[in-house]
Each structure stands twice: as structure tokens, then as C-alpha cells.
């Protein structure tokens, strides 16, 4: 079973605040996706990266993908209350079609 | 709206009782996926249809049965529910070649075994 630790679990923060989340595997995947989850409902598809050291922008929102597709990272400038949520990783192996691997979660709340 | 519908939403159980969560999803999606979400976890695969009429285990299957009644439908059932099964769980369904297009993912049921 390939793992993706997210890093870090936690996070709060203040409106206007930079972050990053990280999302780490010993494994290579073809491609890695970014969930967002609310409380009460299920994880909605934020970005697809597919080659390494590719970065997509997504508003606010900086997505890259490792050089060697084994991690990626979400860089949010200037957080407003409405990215609150659990940000989710997940990962499609290189062997496996369709399947994906999810991440152990990032629970962001940004705060007036 | 288009989507994948759960039911139930809540539900509790007793040890050692059974139940079926029912998943659907109106999209004309080929695969469907079956979820458990704990704490600090993330999303663990418990059971996955490719296509109409397969299943096949995924990382936690122990406990749980599948049916893929359709190409709509995907049912979970729990044939005698322990309290290390409490979980939220979730359905999700996409077209081949997830790795562009992502699952679409239902609301949830949240299980509670006392």
C-alpha cells in the first residue's frame, strides 16, 4: 500500500497569511490530485497535476508537482475564511487504473 | 442535481447487527468507490467497481460486502457491524482515467457501532 503524509496536520491561521501544505510518498505516482472537504460533505476536486515539476495556479490557490512525482505542495496567499476546510491529497499509482491513494489530510482554519 | 446520492445519512448500530449503505450516482460513471474516513487517516479504499458487474477489494475490505447492483447503483453492507467499523463513510464514482477528471463524491453516512 503506497502512503501520502500530508504535513501539516494541523493549521490555523489569520486572514491575509501565507501557507503551504505538503504532501510527501517514497513512491512514484502519474499523477496527483488536491481535494477540499467542508464539514458534512465529501472531498470536491480542486486541480490535476500530471507532470513533474508542473505548477497550476488556481486563484489564490499554487499547486506544483515534484520533479520526481513522488510530492507535491499547496501554496495559498493571502487566506481568506472561506479556504477553511480539509485539504486532501490523493495520488494515482503508476500500475493501477483509476484508483487513488489519498493523503492523511491538512484541517486549515483561517480566522478574522 | 447530478451527483452521487447516499442514504442514509446517520445511522446507528448495535455490535453484531447488519445493514447496507446505498450508494447512486447519475453521471453514467463506469467505476465506483467505497471510502471509510477516521480521524488523522485520510480516505482508505474499501471496496471498488471498475465496471459494471466487478468488485474487487481495496486497502481495508474485512467486515464488508459490495454489490454493484447497476451502472447507478453501489451498495456497502455490514454483516455484523463491530465498533472499530464506526466511521464516516463515503461513495464516490468517476469515468476511466480518474488521474484527469477526479471522483465526484457523495455526502456521506456517518456510522456510529455501540
Known amino acids: 500500500t503506497q502512503l501520502l503524509e500530508q504535513s501539516p496536520q494541523f493549521l490555523s491561521i489569520q486572514e491575509g497569511e501565507n501557507l503551504t501544505v505538503y504532501c510527501n510518498s517514497s513512491s512514484v505516482f502519474s499523477s496527483l490530485q488536491w481535494y477540499r472537504q467542508e464539514p458534512g460533505e465529501g472531498p470536491v476536486l480542486l486541480v490535476t497535476v500530471v507532470t513533474g515539476g508542473e505548477v497550476k495556479k488556481l486563484k489564490r490557490l499554487t499547486f506544483q508537482f515534484g520533479d520526481a512525482r513522488k510530492d507535491s505542495s499547496l501554496h495559498i496567499t493571502a487566506a481568506q475564511p472561506g479556504d477553511t476546510g480539509l485539504y486532501l491529497c490523493?495520488?494515482?499509482?503508476?500500475?493501477?487504473?483509476?484508483?487513488?491513494?489519498f493523503g492523511t489530510g491538512t484541517r486549515l482554519q483561517v480566522t478574522l | 442535481n447530478a451527483g452521487v446520492t447516499q442514504t442514509p445519512k446517520f445511522q446507528v448500530l448495535k455490535t453484531g447487527q447488519s445493514m447496507t449503505l446505498q450508494c447512486a450516482q447519475d453521471m453514467n460513471h463506469n467505476s465506483m468507490y467505497w471510502y471509510r474516513q477516521d480521524p488523522g487517516m485520510g480516505l482508505r479504499l474499501i471496496y471498488y467497481?471498475?465496471?459494471?458487474?466487478?468488485?474487487d477489494k481495496g486497502e481495508v475490505p474485512n467486515g464488508y460486502n459490495v454489490s454493484r447492483l447497476n451502472k447507478r447503483e453501489f451498495s456497502l453492507r455490514l454483516e455484523s457491524a463491530a465498533p472499530s467499523q464506526t466511521s464516516v463513510y463515503f461513495c464516490?464514482?468517476?469515468?476511466?482515467?480518474?488521474?484527469?477528471?477526479?471522483?465526484?463524491f457523495g455526502s456521506g453516512t456517518r456510522l456510529t457501532v455501540v
Open positions: 467497481s471498475a465496471s459494471e458487474g466487478t468488485t
Open positions: 464516490a464514482s468517476s469515468v476511466p482515467g480518474a488521474a484527469v477528471y477526479g471522483y465526484t
Open positions: 490523493a495520488g494515482r499509482d503508476t500500475g493501477t487504473a483509476s484508483k487513488l491513494t
